[in-house]
């Protein structure tokens, strides 16, 4: 069965589109960017932030560390605060942790966001360990965040790596498992195209949070 369940927050537990759109849009502004077509928005919901700043905007790696700064700005304050928790995700968390399971956030957005919003909307109670990306960028792959979160975990052994799973709704959730040999689960609920999980390889897949939650207990 796997003992430590590594989650991702965006699109995961929590549905925080609305926060980061509202914060994307507020960064393009500033650079004169009016694209407001959903499939360009929603390609910044997950990715490390620089990253999507180069991959989407053509961004040269300072200028997408100015970007996320921008965003940073109406995030720190209002946009992380536009958010929820999806409904069962707390009730998943608790059933998990009743059962035993050792329960790690790895998410790539900055940790001192994370941890305002986890304590905000009642998550923080059932997570032991929870782990984000850094604000300077030293720790933003998402691999790098697994292992950050694997460490914490005590986690050091390819052997005790087969009673973890990562679970995530993106593409870069899966491939962060797959270059840290973990298997993973694909959150469907979230905000990956249709499709998407299943190409990035994801171990398994369940459609819905109470899916999700019997599938965990019960593996």
Not at 160 to 168: D, E, T, V
Request: aromatic letters at 10%; hydrophobic letters at 35%.
């Amino acid at each position: 069965m796997y003992q430590t369940l590594l989650f991702d927050l965006d699109g995961t537990l929590t549905d925080s589109k609305e926060g980061i759109i509202n914060c994307v849009i507020y960064a393009l502004n500033y650079y004169g960017i009016t694209n407001r077509s959903d499939s360009f928005l929603n390609q910044f919901i997950g990715p490390p932030l620089t990253q999507s700043f180069q991959q989407f905007c053509g961004f040269d790696e300072e200028k997408a560390k100015e970007a996320a700064a921008k965003y940073r700005e109406r995030f720190s304050t209002i946009g992380l605060f536009e958010n929820r928790p999806y409904e069962g995700a707390v009730d998943m968390l608790r059933e998990l942790k009743q059962a035993g399971k050792t329960i790690a956030l790895a998410t790539s957005k900055p940790e001192v966001f994370m941890k305002k919003i986890i304590a905000r909307y009642g998550l923080a109670p059932y997570i032991d360990h929870p782990v984000g990306a850094t604000l300077d960028d030293s720790r933003s792959k998402k691999s790098d965040v697994i292992l950050e979160a694997l460490r914490q975990c005590g986690i050091t052994t390819e052997e005790q790596k087969k009673n973890c799973l990562m679970i995530g709704d993106r593409f870069h959730d899966i491939r962060g498992a797959k270059e840290t040999n973990l298997d993973s689960l694909g959150c469907a609920w979230g905000y990956a195209k249709e499709g998407e999980l299943k190409e990035a390889g994801a171990t398994y897949i369940c459609e819905t949070i109470k899916e999700a939650t019997n599938f965990l207990l019960s593996h």
